[in-house]
């Protein structure tokens, strides 16, 4: 009975309201460690939806679930970078100390272990969440320490013995995550008049903001580079009472924690830029998207806005303007690396799965609530500010002619100095391994494994929108590092997050990282290569959204830049037998049932 | 505004509706676009991507994607002919399909299909996924291993018989059709006699009626007289 009015109070506490299932199903999760299937039909009765609509959302989200799990969820960060750092000898110390392996609970129900994909910390690697807290920096020896802790207090919170820099130290965040801002740039780091961009904005017409913005050249940070300035004026051209201003702060792409870095320490540019599209376009209210894994700074993030609340920077009557009026809800997210594109994102906000929608319509006619929205990533919010502020030429006089300002990257990887760089675009590869101290490095993956892995006689190659595109992230791989392993890394994180609405995403991924695990596993032969280059282009070619569109890009632009560490592994098949199949392996099963080994095949 | 918009298919012009699909627009015309997940009583959500065209340069889903004046849509190329071979096959990999024991063989579309693109095995290798069979409602049955994840179902319970019987649930390759109720298919308030269980809104068996099983037999079935999309083409 207490279960049942403890559900129905969340309920209520967002209205009751079947668009808020995300809140809603997160909440529970909290209180209850899952979301017990047996009160599916009730949440359904309470928001008013169908019971399968509530498992649906359930079981899209990773850091949701249908199954009880320990009080406190360990989640250690699987990508390649914290791989490379230990996180498999991290996670070892963690299945010792604790006796069960990952995937699983403790029988006293106070911890369980996941594996999880980037977490936004491959600056101090490796690291994990505990709950909400983050711990970086993780060694097998300090595993013991914490597990002690924990089981001494309930609370992550106790680990944070040191803080990090800047706001991590903040009251509301308190954590030891470090910002490792190695280079700042003027428009995003560097000193900056608060609340100028937003002051400056409000003296011009809505169509002379969308002009500058227009004229700044300023394209979208989280790596399509469509002009911002076009899609605020799209979104206020389309007819509509209500508009929406999204940002989209999702950031999944391993390798990529720049946002981390400016929510921590720019919270006021992302708002002001916020406020500045809405004025722009006439939208009265705006989302941030904050991604599961920083719910560590939501409530700096919520503090931050009733500060804004208090100082008339929102709400109504904005800076004293008439009838200027807005405001911004933080939605988190529950563990979805699709919902980083701006259709799933939409999906997730109104409550659903975040499985992305056809184009047309675009979200600028019919996006959040078939309301014209425009979504736009949180660089980009900060950039648009500062152009408000310090005007048009310059902004565009900063950076390449086609790729205007500067770019906020996170380096990661093989290099002395991994952390944040704020650099103009047009900036070389050789130039930015010089900063991050890796002049000897062998590859870099550049915008995430749905970029490119490039090598050392591409390094001459400029980071910018025409020539080498990406969202911020940058892996540095040396050359002691196996650069299949790190294709299968990247394909398995594919598999992982693909969200299964389309055939050739949903069953392409899977194809793919499966001959790839054949190849490493020593059974590929040539024509290997030649499947694996099919596939992957048709996968690309036929996937619906983003995701599939870019998901074989590790294994082809390694099958194109590193082809050798295909050819050194995979034989020519002269037997005509099929490599991949192994009789042996094949026999086992019927060995196991006939209890004898077969007479033309055993070992 | 014209009354009506025209473009080109494979260089062949064609009319349409302000408003109306490529797709649309092409059965209109008399030209097939293969297609499984559309289905002509259902709002289009492309998700299988056979029907996917090049339009000006660039694939789209010829069910969802609105004909424009002017636009250049190219269908039976030899690069979307690979391409739609390739999801077929991905389809028969991704599921467990043995068209010689079916009740569907010859009224399955994606059979069908197969044939049509001149599929006699699949090229890339099965995966044998351990799916589960739904006998538990008392009149319709629901074999996991057949389905393709096209949701025809789910949109047809809402669309045509005003329920929510089916809806997708979980993620990736592990994604599959949840039903509306505690724990199978009986549970729900679907009925026999609902679009949703009606074959011809599943594509292949995955969604049949029992005790009519074999009632026409194989030999004498919709595909086995001709091939799939004859009856577009024949205008």
Redesign the interface.
């Known amino acids: 009975m207490l279960k049942e009015a403890k559900i129905k109070k969340i309920c209520k506490r967002f209205g009751n309201d079947r668009t808020r299932m995300m809140d809603i199903v997160r909440e529970i999760q909290q209180e209850f460690g899952y979301v017990p299937p047996k009160y599916y ?1 009730l949440i359904a009765r309470e928001a008013n939806t ?4 509530v ?2 959302v359930v ?2 989200y990773t850091f949701l679930s249908d199954r009880k799990k320990g009080k406190i969820i360990i989640r250690l960060c699987e990508d390649i970078i914290d791989k490379m750092a230990g996180a498999d000898e991290v996670a070892a110390a963690f299945e010792r100390e604790l006796g069960i392996a990952f995937g699983e609970t403790t029988d006293d129900g106070k911890f369980s272990l996941e594996w999880t994909a980037c977490i936004g910390m491959s600056d101090q690697a490796p690291a994990a969440l505990a709950n909400d807290t983050v711990l970086t920096n993780l060694t097998p020896e300090k595993v013991p320490e914490i597990i002690q802790a924990l089981k001494k207090k309930a609370d992550p919170q106790v680990l944070v013995t040191e803080c990090g820099d800047g706001n991590n130290a903040d009251q509301l965040i308190q954590t030891m995550v470090q910002n490792n801002i190695c280079e700042r740039g003027e428009v995003l780091l560097g000193d900056y008049d608060l609340e100028a961009g937003l002051r400056k904005a409000i003296e011009k017409t809505p169509e002379e903001v969308i002009e500058d913005v227009k004229n700044s050249g300023l394209r979208g940070r989280g790596g399509a580079g469509f002009l911002v300035g076009l899609k605020w004026e799209f979104t206020r051209n389309a007819p509509g009472e209500d508009k929406y201003i999204l940002c989209n702060a999702d950031e999944g792409e391993p390798g990529t924690f720049k946002d981390r870095v400016l929510l921590t320490e720019r919270p006021d540019l992302v708002f002001e830029g916020m406020t500045v599209a809405a004025f722009a376009i006439g939208a009265q209210t705006g989302i941030v998207y904050l991604r599961a894994e920083y719910a560590y700074l939501r409530a700096f993030l919520e503090d931050v806005l009733n500060r804004r609340r208090a100082a008339g920077l929102l709400g109504n009557n904005i800076c004293g303007k008439d009838g200027f009026n807005f405001d911004i809800r933080i939605q988190m997210g529950a563990g ?1 690396y ?1 919902c980083g594109e701006e259709s799933s994102l939409i999906s997730s906000c109104e409550g659903m ?1 975040g ?1 992305p929608s ?1 184009r ?1 319509p675009f979200p600028a006619i019919a996006g959040y609530r078939v309301a014209p929205t425009a979504v736009n990533n949180v660089e980009s919010y900060c950039c648009a500010t500062r152009v408000m502020d310090k005007g048009v030429d310059w902004f565009s006089g900063i950076g390449t002619e086609k790729s205007a300002g500067t770019k906020l990257l996170s380096v990661c990887g093989d290099c002395e100095r991994p952390g944040i760089y704020e650099l103009p675009f047009g900036v070389t590869v050789n130039e930015l391994l010089k900063k991050v101290g890796a002049e000897d490095a062998a590859a870099m993956q550049v915008g995430g494994p749905s970029g490119q892995m490039i090598n050392p006689s591409q390094f001459d190659r400029a980071i910018s929108f025409e020539d080498l595109p990406t969202g911020g992230s940058i892996m540095v791989f040396n050359k002691q590092r196996d650069l299949l392993e790190v294709v299968e890394a990247f394909m398995e994180f594919f ?10 995403c ?3 991924n ?2 793919l990282l ?1 001959r790839l695990k054949q190849i490493r596993n020593g059974k590929g032969v040539t024509e290997d290569m030649d499947y694996l280059e ?2 992957g282009k ?1 996968t690309k ?4 959204c983003g995701l599939g569109q870019t998901s074989p890009n590790p294994i082809l632009s390694t099958l194109e830049n590193f082809r050798p560490i295909y050819t050194e592994v995979v034989r020519d098949n002269t037997s005509g037998l099929q490599k ?1 199949f192994d009789v042996l392996e094949a026999m086992e099963q019927a060995n196991e049932v006939t209890g004898r080994q077969s007479v033309l095949f055993h070992a | 505004m014209a009354d009506k918009l025209k473009f080109t298919i494979d260089g062949v012009e064609v009319q349409a509706e302000h408003g109306q699909t490529i797709l649309d627009a092409a059965d209109a015309a008399g030209i097939y676009i293969p297609r499984l997940c559309a289905h002509p009583d259902l709002k289009p ?6 029907c ?1 065209v090049v339009v000006n340069g660039r ?1 789209q ?1 010829a069910c ?3 004909a424009a004046e002017g636009m250049v849509v190219e269908n039976d190329t030899p690069e979307m002919l ?2 739609r071979r ?2 077929i096959d ?2 028969f ?2 599921g467990n399909h043995f068209c010689m024991f079916c009740e569907k063989s010859g009224n399955c579309e994606l059979q069908a299909m197969a044939y049509r693109f001149g599929i006699t095995a699949p090229q ?2 099965s ?1 044998f996924p351990d799916k589960d069979v739904d006998a538990s409602h008392p009149d319709v049955m629901m074999d996991y291993n057949r389905c ?2 096209c949701t025809r179902c789910v949109r047809a319970s809402q669309e045509l018989d005003g329920k ?1 019987v ?10 599959k059709i ?5 724990q199978a298919l009986g549970d729900t308030d679907l009925n026999v006699d609902d679009r949703a269980a009606d074959p011809t809104i599943c594509p292949v068996g995955c969604i049949i009626k029992k005790r009519v099983g074999f009632e026409v037999p194989i030999g004498e079935r919709k595909f086995d007289h001709e091939p799939i999309g004859s009856e577009i083409e024949k205008g």
């Not at chain 1, 598999?495 to 050739?504: I, R």
């Not at chain 2, 089916?166 to 994604?175: A, E, L, N, P």
């Open positions: 039909d169908h019971r399968v609509e498992q649906s079981s899209f979805a699709i799965r499985d056809d047309p598999a992982e997050e693909d969200c299964g609405y389309c055939v050739p949903r069953v392409g899977v194809l499966n099919k596939l048709a070619r036929m996937s619906r991949s | 959500i492309g998700s299988c991507r056979i996917t694939p889903a969802v994607q609105p690979e391409h390739n999801l991905m389809m990999v991704e890339y290798p995966q393709i994840l929510n089916f809806q997708s649930i979980g993620r990736g390759f592990g994604r949840g039903v509306n109720g505690r």
